[in-house]
C-alpha cells in the first residue's frame, strides 16, 4: 500500500507500475475524500491521512512475487509516498477491508449516490482526475473517487439526496461533465455496469448514427413496441412532464 500526497503524483503511478516490468493481479485507487468516508464507517482499515492509495496486490511465484513487491516499494519511496507492506494475512486484510468496504460506507455521509464506471487510459488518470475534482468544486457536489486503477475503470461516487430534487439534479449534471471529460480523453461510456437511463442521452457522442441504427434495428426486432425497459437505451419517445428526473437525463446540457 502506497500512501500519497498528491492526487496526481499517485495517478502518475499507476502507469510507472508497469513501465518497471509489473504486472499486479489487483492495483486499486482511493482518493482522499473516499478514505476519510471509509474511516468515518465500520470498514475502517486505520489508512493514514493523505490525498490518495495506490493498494497493489501480485501473485505466481514467489520469487517473481518478491522481485515485483520490492520494485512497487523502491517506486513509491522514489515518488515520495509512505509505504506500507503487510507483515501477515491479517494486516493484509484490514489494508484490503476499506478498499472493499468503500461503496457501502458511503452511507455515512448520504442516503444515495450516483455510480460512474467510464474506462480510461491508465495515462490519463492524472488529467482526469484533477478534472473531476474540479467539476466536484464547480457543482458543490462530493465526488468520491475509488476504483481499478489497472484499467482505468473510473468510479466516482456522488452522494446525493434522493428527498430533494435539486441535490439529485447537481449529482446527475456533475456525473455528465464527468462522463465526457472521460469522452475527451478517448475514454468509453462504460466499463462494467452499462448504459441503462443515465448514460442513454449520451450514446451519440461516442457512437456513430450507423452503430446507432444497427442497434436500434436489433432492439426493434426483438421488441417491437418497446415495451421492455422503457427510456433505457434508446428513448423512442420523450418522457412526459411528470417525470423530473426522465426529462432531467434527456434534456440536461
Known amino acids: 500500500?502506497?500512501?500519497?500526497?498528491?492526487?496526481?503524483?499517485?495517478?502518475?503511478?499507476?502507469?510507472?507500475?508497469?513501465?518497471?516490468?509489473v504486472f499486479p493481479a489487483a492495483l486499486e485507487m482511493m482518493d482522499r475524500t473516499s478514505i476519510e468516508v471509509?474511516?468515518?464507517?465500520?470498514?475502517?482499515?486505520?489508512?493514514?491521512?493523505?490525498?490518495?492509495?495506490?493498494?497493489?496486490?501480485?501473485?505466481?511465484?514467489?520469487?517473481?512475487?518478491?522481485?515485483?513487491?520490492?520494485?512497487?516499494?523502491?517506486?513509491?519511496?522514489?515518488?515520495?509516498?509512505?509505504?506500507?507492506v503487510p507483515k501477515n494475512s491479517e494486516e493484509n486484510s484490514r489494508f484490503w477491508r476499506g478498499r472493499k468496504g468503500a461503496f457501502p460506507a458511503m452511507g455515512v455521509i448520504s442516503p444515495a449516490y450516483l455510480t460512474l464506471d467510464a474506462v480510461i487510459s491508465r495515462e490519463s488518470l492524472p488529467d482526469v482526475l484533477l478534472r473531476i475534482r474540479e467539476i466536484g468544486e464547480k457543482h458543490g457536489v462530493v465526488i468520491a473517487n475509488v476504483f481499478h486503477a489497472a484499467d482505468g475503470n473510473l468510479h466516482p461516487l456522488i452522494p446525493?439526496?434522493?428527498?430533494?430534487?435539486?441535490?439529485?439534479?447537481?449529482?446527475?449534471i456533475a456525473s455528465r461533465e464527468i462522463t465526457k471529460v472521460a469522452l475527451?480523453?478517448?475514454?468509453?461510456?462504460?466499463?462494467?455496469?452499462?448504459?441503462?437511463?443515465?448514460?442513454?442521452?449520451?450514446?451519440?457522442?461516442?457512437?456513430?448514427?450507423?452503430?446507432?441504427?444497427?442497434?436500434?434495428?436489433?432492439?426493434?426486432?426483438?421488441?417491437?413496441?418497446?415495451l421492455l425497459n422503457p427510456y433505457k437505451l434508446f428513448c423512442e419517445k420523450k418522457p412526459s412532464a411528470q417525470n423530473e428526473v426522465l426529462k432531467l437525463l434527456y434534456e440536461v446540457e
Open 160 to 172: 446525493y439526496d434522493p428527498e430533494r430534487f435539486d441535490s439529485l439534479k447537481k449529482a446527475l
Open 38 to 84: 471509509v474511516e468515518k464507517s465500520e470498514y475502517s482499515a486505520g489508512y493514514p491521512k493523505c490525498e490518495a492509495l495506490l493498494l497493489v496486490e501480485c501473485d505466481g511465484f514467489l520469487p517473481q512475487v518478491e522481485e515485483e513487491v520490492k520494485r512497487v516499494v523502491s517506486l513509491f519511496k522514489e515518488l515520495g509516498a509512505a509505504v506500507f
Open 184 to 226: 475527451e480523453h478517448g475514454g468509453v461510456l462504460s466499463g462494467e455496469h452499462g448504459i441503462g437511463i443515465e448514460k442513454a442521452s449520451l450514446l451519440e457522442e461516442f457512437y456513430t448514427k450507423e452503430e446507432l441504427s444497427v442497434m436500434k434495428r436489433i432492439k426493434r426486432e426483438f421488441d417491437p413496441h418497446f
Open 1 to 21: 500500500m502506497g500512501a500519497f500526497y498528491d492526487l496526481k503524483t499517485a495517478a502518475l503511478a499507476v502507469s510507472k507500475i508497469y513501465e518497471a516490468g
